[in-house]
């Protein structure tokens, strides 16, 4: 059981540059979430997704995209970047009836 | 959602003190969770209270919720060098379990 893995772990893009994020969970979870955390800060909601086929707009949706189509997976993608975009990126899952989030290890992403 | 406010934001003690950390928050809210986060990774959670409930224990952790005060404390008795980490609350008034993080505290304790 691997709870909520992200891939990649690190990336460097230069500005402009388009990427996409994986998010993958093997424990059934209804409810995935985006979140980014820049230095000495909380971990801001960028979108998040309550099924599969579903998402939503977080906090700081703006420059991010997101898409559902299985339910295990939870991808987001990144048009064109931009250096206000480096941060580390943390996906979490929910299961339906629980209010407790399980996090991934974290992709830390740097635009140059 | 709301946001949960911690204090203080930064936290140094010694191995066996005990640390107490803070969230206030400001509308009603279903329930409110703390979290631990070690440097560089994701964040675990640590305990859930209800807003009926006023006093939760997990082994070492002691969490209070007075929603009269729109407030919370996390206390960690007997912390140990491992317990250094940042902490933070989310109090949960909306739906699909939407969290919003404040700056969290940062607990450092010294051998």
């Known amino acids: 059981n691997a709870g909520v893995t992200q891939t990649p772990k690190f990336r460097v893009l230069k500005t402009g540059q388009s990427m996409t994020l994986l998010c993958a969970q093997d424990?059934?979870?209804?409810?995935m979430y985006w979140y980014r955390q820049d230095p000495g800060m909380g971990l801001r909601l960028i979108h998040y997704s309550v099924g599969e086929g579903t998402t939503a707009k977080g906090e700081v949706p703006d420059g991010y995209n997101v898409s559902r189509l299985k339910k295990q997976n939870f991808l987001l993608g990144l048009e064109s970047a931009a250096p206000s975009q480096t941060s580390v990126y943390f996906c979490?899952?929910?299961?339906?009836?629980?209010?407790?989030?399980?996090f991934g290890p974290g992709t830390r992403l740097t635009v140059t | 959602s709301q946001q949960g406010e911690e204090d203080p934001q930064a936290l140094s003690i010694q191995e066996g003190e005990n640390a107490t950390m803070n969230c206030s928050y400001k509308t009603s809210i279903n329930n409110l969770q703390w979290y631990r986060q070690n440097s560089g990774r994701g964040l675990v959670h640590l305990i859930l209270i209800r807003s009926n409930e006023r006093e939760k224990h997990s082994g070492r952790l002691r969490v209070t919720l007075d929603t009269s005060k729109k407030s919370s404390s996390l206390l960690i008795t007997a912390s140990r060098a491992a317990d250094t980490a940042s902490y933070f609350c989310a109090p949960i008034s909306g739906g699909y379990n939407k969290l919003i993080f404040g700056a969290g505290t940062r607990l450092a304790v010294h051998p």
């Open positions: 979490a899952s929910s299961p339906l009836l629980s209010y407790e989030q399980y």
């Open positions: 424990m059934n979870h209804e409810y």
